[in-house]
């Protein structure tokens, strides 16, 4: 690790830097930006928030974060993988399609299926310029798995861009939880690339990432002065692709992000069973049945960071597939036992979680 700090703390230090001080400085300017575009988050349904709050915040984090990746380009740090240029392309045209249809959807409100369309759509502009998931290494055996026919690359890849994306987006539900789980995602990405994978120019896209959300993170704790709306959307993208690219890290993102990730299905099968349509959206989360059970949501988001943080720390400190998948199992298996208490406490209270959103 210290020959990597050594050879390129600058460059670190310079992408970080940037980020982070142009979140920083153009956050506080999205708020009456918000008002005066109309992309304004009201108090009602699930959102019960206190008072108007502009939506307009996930512009400070996009701005930071492209910024300051093209500035990486031009660091004098090693490149490993010769398709790099046309990933980042990936990233670039990607993520400025889904974060406009998320400023849009700020705005118009746009139905479900609108929105998993562009998902769809934003997916195949990774896939078109090479960031795809071509293979995944067993746990059990150790092996590699790959060889699958293209059309089940397109499948998974599809798949895991849009579970990263609605994972994000079903996560913005409580101050500063969705940016400060992204952040520590970010971090862990950088720090398995830099340290772990020796890949730097890829590991500086998740520090800038990393800079930008946590330059954004003063103005979204709770009390939240401004909502990132529409870019959970661009967040959820930019942690699957770079998930994959300069060799797949869902392991390190499974662990870092399973809390969120089992929330998101124990929705889908809780409205499926329910009969509703599971995008519709309430106050079932983990996190508004927290809060609707009188926890604040300060006690709430840090009990995330901490979780989140512990569990993609165990991705760092092993190289054991094995002992990674078991963590997983664990983590799944304590959450469930969660949900399943948090559940039957908030029916005892008769907490209502049907909400139009």
């Known amino acids: 690790m210290s020959d990597v700090l050594s050879d390129y703390w600058l460059s670190f230090l310079v992408v970080f830097g940037l980020a982070f001080g142009i979140a920083l400085f153009i956050t ?55 398709k790099e240029v046309i990933r980042l ?19 118009y409100e746009f139905s479900p299926l609108i929105l998993y369309i562009a998902q769809i759509i934003a997916g195949a502009i990774a896939i078109t310029f090479l960031i795809f998931i071509e293979s995944f290494n067993n746990p059990l055996t150790g092996a590699t798995e790959s060889g699958w026919p293209f059309i089940v690359t397109i499948i998974i890849s599809l798949f895991w861009l ?16 969705a940016s400060g789980v992204v952040a520590i995602a970010s971090l862990m990405i950088f720090v398995h690339s830099a340290f772990e994978l020796r890949q730097v120019s890829v590991s500086l896209l998740a520090l800038a990432l990393f800079g930008a959300t946590l330059g954004f993170l003063p103005f979204n704790f709770h009390p939240a002065k401004v909502f990132m709306g529409g870019g959970a959307l661009f967040l959820g993208y930019s942690i ?67 979780f989140c943080t512990c569990f993609g720390a165990i991705a760092l400190i092993t190289a054991s ?23 039957l406490r908030s029916q005892k209270a008769g907490i209502v979680i049907d909400s139009n959103s």
């Open 28 to 82: 506080p300017y999205t708020i009456p930006l918000g008002f005066r575009l109309k992309m304004v988050a009201v108090p009602r349904g699930r959102r019960q928030h206190e008072g108007a709050t502009s939506q307009a915040g996930g512009l400070a984090m996009f701005v930071a974060f492209m910024l300051a990746i093209l500035v990486a380009q031009m660091l004098p740090v090693e490149r490993t993988d010769e």
């Open 89 to 107: 392309a990936g990233l670039i045209i990607g993520g400025c399609f889904i974060y406009l249809v998320g400023l849009l959807d700020d705005r």
């Open 162 to 177: 849009g579970l990263m994306m609605n994972t994000v987006n079903w996560l913005d539900g409580a101050d500063g939880l």
């Open 240 to 306: 699957g692709v770079m998930s994959i690219i300069g060799g797949a890290k869902m392991a390190t993102i499974l662990l870092v992000m399973g809390l969120p990730l089992t929330d998101l299905w124990w929705q889908i099968l809780r409205r499926l069973i329910q009969g509703k349509n599971p995008a519709h959206g309430d106050r079932g989360h983990l996190h508004f049945r927290l809060v609707d059970m009188g926890i604040s949501q300060r006690a709430i988001v840090l009990g995330y960071y901490f």
């Open 321 to 343: 597939r094995l002992f990674k998948f078991i963590a997983l199992l664990v983590m799944v298996g304590i959450l469930i036992g969660t949900f399943a208490v948090v559940s």
